[in-house]
């Protein structure tokens, strides 16, 4: 079964974070696809806000490649961004499967870097922006 939120503007992505949370409560890994611009690290910030992140703790993690943050409850949420890893030694480099065993809930921008380690059970979940500007997740 395909599920689909469609988030109008900016001003929803907070209902929106917190519909998908509902809705996908038990997957741990989660891989979010997307063109450059269609909102992936602004919808993970809002995944995070909804989570009690402080705000200004969320950032891209571009060239870090992970960030950590803590949820309001204490529980690590790993952050990724694998748009410019070269390859998949890299991720791998990094501890990638320390993150994704660690059943804590790990966030991934540009999973398609490194499509070849991600778990069987990654929730893939595929942004897509409208010509007005709302956004479509579907997973």
């Not at 503007?9 to 929106?16: G, R, V």
């Not at 909102?39 to 806000?49: D, I, P």
Request: hydrophobic letters at 40%.
């Amino acid at each position: 079964m395909r599920n689909r939120i469609y988030i109008p503007s900016l001003d929803a992505i907070d209902n929106a974070a917190e519909e998908f949370l509902r809705k996908t409560e038990g997957n741990s890994v989660i891989a979010f696809y997307a063109p450059m611009g269609a909102g992936k690290t602004t919808f993970t910030s809002a995944l995070c806000r909804a989570l009690g992140v402080r705000e200004d703790a969320v950032s891209s993690p571009t060239f870090a490649i992970v960030n950590e943050y803590l949820s309001g409850a204490g529980d690590p949420i790993y952050h990724f961004d694998f748009y410019r890893i070269d390859n998949v030694a890299e991720a791998l480099d990094i501890g990638f499967y320390d993150y994704i065993d660690s059943g804590n809930l790990c966030l991934i921008e540009w999973p398609e870097n490194i499509e070849q380690i991600l778990p069987l059970d990654v929730l893939r979940v595929h942004i897509a922006v409208q010509d007005d500007g709302s956004r479509i997740l579907e997973w």
